[in-house]
């Protein structure tokens, strides 16, 4: 079965600053995707990112990058510049195609003036 | 414009009274899901669907109900709500068609259950 952990709950940060959230991922399929969404106060659920496991290149969106490592079933989000808008809550998921996706607890970020 | 349509936004209920919670989205998505998030959990799936008529448990199916009759709609059923459904719920949608790389999963905006 796919897990995912993301083990900050909370996380703060200086505006212009920047700041890294964590996300662990277990899965024994060979093809799978990787995504970290942003739910502001609104709650609405926004794609920031998403990671093919066959491509090693990391992907970039704007000011938001990953570092994606498949051996270590790790694949952290750094938010660069943060700014007051990037505060909200990010979730980690994973998909196995065909299968379901899986999301992480959650980590809530602060973004300080 | 592409979208995932889910209603009501906000609902307060008492024990026992059957509810739905409807889902709906125009871009011809086979795979189709619910989910009800929780503080200090995140998203936990409750079904899914992968087409027609084909629904499968999520991590936790117990007190819901679901039916997949069109490709568009996936309701959400509630025979005898209780307390501890109360939660924020979202649908949403992916095509299987193509490299999911290529379109991330749709979610409603969600709707937010009181169950007293």
Redesign the interface.
Known sequence: AQT?T?SQ?EMSVQEAETVTLSCTYDTSESDY?L?WYKQPPS???I?VI?Q?AYKQQNATENRFSVNFQKAAKSFSLKISDSQLGDAAMY?C?S?N??Q???????TRLSVLP | EAQVTQNPRYLITVTGKKLTVTCSQNMNHEYMSWYRQDPGLGLRQIYYSMNVEVTDKGDVPEGYKVSRKEKRNFPLILESPSPNQTSLYFCASITLGNRVGNSPLHFGNGTRLTVT
Do not use: D, T
């Not at chain 1, 379901?100 to 959650?106: E, L």
């Open positions: 995912v993301q709950p995707y995504f709650r609405q659920m794609l998403r093919e979730f998921a998909y195609y065909g379901n996706f899986v999301f992480g607890p959650g």
